[in-house]
């Protein structure tokens, strides 16, 4: 089955800085890529997503790269702020089709102002 | 409009008791799931529900573990003889009908079920 692997585990930055979350996946029929935020003490809420037929996907300050090649897809935030500080988790579909998703293991974001 | 809702939000019970964990999806949402969040671990699937279409079973983790969709909306997770290891946070989402949004694939989660088992 499909497993999806998430670094860093945790990531601290600056209030501006850029931060990257990398995830790779093993199954290379996957084809649906979501990213999902979670505030301390929230439910998960999606935050971009990307499909396994573009290579890039932009909203504002948030981008997702896919690589299907080397079946690696990453999570980009820009000038990030305060309020971005969450733990996000990225996932994959599996065979069966988009719903059925398997997560990475998360990455706490710390933003400092 | 109403989100996902879940109760109780809070579950305390000795090893060895059953519990019930309810879901009540959004209205219209044909897809339902459920998860187990660990700490500090990801998402973990555990069971699928689409439609009238058979479950989809193959993440519970044994058969302790049972849920059912009656009517096509609300949703029970039961587990039987509860261990110690079965204590998590159990989150449900749902999702409305591929294509009937931009986006179709979104999951909708609730806030989730904190089970501790003592």
């Known amino acids: 089955g499909e497993n999806v692997e998430q670094h860093p585990s945790t990531l601290s930055v600056q209030e501006g800085d850029s931060a990257v979350i990398k995830c790779t996946y093993s199954d290379s029929a996957s084809n649906y890529f979501p990213w999902y935020k979670q505030e301390l003490g929230k439910r998960p809420q999606l935050i971009i997503d990307?499909?396994?037929?573009?290579g890039e996907k932009k909203d504002q300050r948030i981008a997702v790269t896919l690589n299907k090649t080397a079946k690696h897809f990453s999570l980009h935030i820009t000038e990030t702020q305060p309020e971005d500080s969450a733990v996000y988790f990225c996932?994959?579909?599996?065979?069966?089709?988009?719903?059925?998703?398997?997560f990475g293991t998360g990455t706490r974001l710390l933003v400092s102002p | 409009g109403a989100g996902v809702s879940q109760s109780p939000s809070n579950k305390v019970t000795e090893k060895g008791k059953d519990v019930e964990l309810r879901c009540d999806p959004i209205?219209?949402?044909?897809?339902l799931y459920w998860y187990r969040q660990s700490l500090g671990q990801g998402l973990e699937f555990l069971i699928y529900f689409q439609g009238n279409s058979a479950p989809d079973k193959s993440g519970l983790p044994s058969d302790r573990f049972s849920a059912e969709r009656t009517g096509g909306s609300v949703s029970t997770l039961t587990i039987q003889r509860t261990q110690q290891e079965d204590s998590a946070v159990y989150l449900c989402?749902?999702?409305?009908?591929?294509?009937?949004?931009?986006?179709?694939?979104?999951?909708?989660f609730g806030p989730g079920t904190r089970l501790t088992v003592t």
């Open positions: 209205s219209g949402h044909t897809a």
């Open positions: 990307i499909r396994s037929n573009v």
């Open positions: 989402a749902s999702s409305p009908p591929s294509g009937m949004s931009e986006r179709g694939y979104e999951q909708y």
């Open positions: 996932a994959a579909s599996s065979r069966t089709g988009f719903q059925k998703l398997v």
